[in-house]
């Protein structure tokens, strides 16, 4: 199998949402595919459905190459090989005639997101365990007849002599009854061992029995196990796609964008399409913006026929021109244009989106400086109720891309750059360049007395040494001075982690309530996992009890100073001292 699949990372934005996102590879079609979203158990669903379809192509393409081979190899047969290149013309035909209707296709399918199909339904691999049959019976030896008193041969046989001398007679009758006897404790001896001998195969063949039905029943409660584990990740993957679709059915924005994610990773292309893309979606405009990654020029097949030459035994293939190449590269990025905003308005169940804004980029070489080089060639902004109301079967792609207003070079092969009409805004405009502080302390440094940014970057300078290990960043917020959020961390550990918030109160005064409640409720409206709150002084007995429950962590000076020593740096804190220095100047 030539798939690959990476490791499930997990990353969150400024809300603090956890997003998953996971890489697979398939190398005999050089295809790459990064799949994320909100829910584990639907990401790897969506990455098993793409491997499928790859491992499909995969054999197709193998097939294709055998067929192809085994074709070739029949050097002596001249009529094959004419008809194999028949047929790698016909393919090539194929192949052509398949990207000049790329927008076509499209029209033939219902885009809507089939949510039952991202549900596991699949059978347990796994055959239920059968009863073994049970192993044959041991049949009993059977018992001997027992001597009988009555037999003639216990019979005293007397002759005239014997019934004339009692001596003699008496002595016979004698011998007569030891014989009896005598048989009568063999015969009971031979009763005794052979019932023995049936009861312990008896005992052998219970037990054989038991250890049999012991083995099944051990093996069937682990098999169940493993069914009932099957069955409760089925439900679990359910219950995700459901929690999916109520949410996108609700709007919520973060799953309005992996749906119409869902929606551009089902369409189909051809397995040399790069396919991917970036998304981002405004809730309150309705605007949805589509970085896509288009296909180079240089990746597009321009065989249009195969030619076998008889007299040099050899196949020579046949391209499109220049010209007809130039505009079969240009009339494909045009369809590819129109089919992902046709299929993203056509999917959209809730009408979420109202304008779609596509920028397609491709990264190719660039022949001057031979350095891959990333361009928009082309960018379109468009309407649902204008572009709904076109008839893509009867359009030609350029003409309705002009009519659009879309903006692009008229020679698209050129790979002339454009300015994208709108762009992929990834950064949280709170936050600010950070700076180092730590390193400009000493032993005489009085914390309760510095600038209050500066300790804002120091408290940033210091977690970021306490997340830096699990791969967590923290960043510094504008200085607002609002009573708000000082910093931010991002902690990617599945488990404790996600969005934090932090903020300073460099105080020389003991800290009330208020400031605990404060920092509770920029929690809540941040959508944090916790907030922190550091100061130089200390808290009332208030502001502990608040905190008591609550996903917030009080920091008092001690603790700044234990921190700053454990990251190997030193300072103090002089509250007395600092009252002194501030005077009339308000504590931040």
Not at 64 to 79: I, M, T, V
Not at 431 to 442: G, I, M
């Amino acid at each position: 199998m030539s798939t690959r699949i990476g490791q499930m990372e997990v990353s969150y934005n400024s809300r603090g949402t956890p997003t998953y996102r996971l890489e697979i590879w398939h190398d005999g079609l050089k295809k790459h595919r990064v799949i994320s979203g909100s829910e584990r158990e639907v990401i790897r669903r969506k990455a098993e459905l793409q491997i499928e379809e790859w491992e499909e192509r995969w054999a197709q393409v193998q097939a294709r190459e055998k067929g192809r081979q085994d074709r070739e190899g029949l050097k002596q047969q001249q009529e094959a090989k004419r008809g194999l290149a028949a047929e790698r013309t016909e393919e090539a035909q194929k192949e052509l005639q398949r990207l000049a209707s790329i927008l076509r296709h499209t029209l033939e399918v219902n885009d809507t997101i089939n949510w039952e199909q991202l549900k596991d339904h699949s059978p347990f691999p796994e055959p239920k365990p059968a009863k073994p049959q049970p192993p044959a019976r041991p049949k009993p030896q059977g018992l001997p007849e027992e001597p009988l008193r009555s037999d003639p041969m216990y019979q005293a046989k007397l002759g005239l002599l014997d019934k004339l001398v009692s001596s003699r007679r008496e002595r016979i009758i004698k011998e007569c009854q030891a014989r009896y006897e005598a048989d009568c404790q063999d015969w009971q001896r031979k009763v005794q061992t052979i019932t023995a001998e049936n009861a312990a195969a008896e005992e052998r063949y219970r037990s054989v029995l038991q250890e049999t039905e012991k083995k099944y029943q051990a093996e069937l409660a682990a098999w169940e196990d493993r069914h009932a584990q099957f069955l409760e990740k089925q439900r679990l993957g359910g219950e995700a796609v459901e929690k999916q679709r109520a949410a996108y059915l609700s709007g919520v924005p973060e799953m309005v964008v992996e749906y119409c994610d869902m929606v551009l990773s089902g369409s189909d292309y051809p397995e040399y399409f790069p396919q991917e893309f970036d998304l981002d979606y405004n809730a309150e405009t309705k605007i949805l913006l589509v970085d896509y990654s288009l296909p180079p020029p240089d990746c597009i097949p321009t065989v249009k026929e195969v030619r076998y030459l008889q007299s040099r035994d050899e196949f020579v293939e046949q391209y499109l021109s220049q010209a007809q190449q130039s505009a079969l590269y240009d009339n494909l990025l045009y369809q590819i244009t129109l089919r992902t905003v046709h299929e993203l308005f056509e999917a959209d169940m809730i009408n979420a989106l109202a304008t779609i804004i596509f920028n397609g980029w491709v990264t190719s070489i660039d022949r001057s400086t031979g350095k891959e080089v990333t361009t928009c060639v082309l960018s379109l902004q468009a309407q649902r109720e204008a572009f709904m109301g076109i008839n893509l079967a009867d359009v030609e792609p350029k003409s309705c891309f002009k009519a659009l207003k879309g903006v692009g070079s008229s020679k698209l092969h050129s790979l002339a750059a454009v300015p994208p009409i709108m762009k992929i805004r990834r950064e949280d405009g709170r936050f600010v360049s950070a700076y180092e502080v730590a390193n400009t302390l000493d032993e005489s440094f009085n914390l309760a007395a510095m600038d209050w940014e500066d300790f804002e970057h120091l408290i940033r300078e210091l977690f970021e040494k306490e997340f830096s290990a699990n791969g967590g960043e923290v960043k510094v917020t504008q200085a607002s001075r609002d009573g708000g959020v000082d910093a931010i961390a991002f902690d990617p550990d599945p488990i404790r982690g996600g969005k934090i918030v932090f903020q300073a109160k460099r105080y020389t005064n003991t800290v009330g309530v208020g400031a605990v409640r404060d920092l509770y409720g920029t929690v809540m409206n941040e959508g944090a996992n916790k907030g922190i709150l550091v100061t130089t002084s200390d808290y009332g007995p208030d502001a502990y009890a608040f905190a008591t429950g609550k996903p917030i962590v009080l920091l008092n000076g001690a603790n700044l100073l234990h921190m700053l020593e454990k990251h190997g740096h030193k300072a103090r804190i002089d509250l007395q001292e600092a009252r002194k220095i501030a005077m009339n100047q308000p504590a931040r």
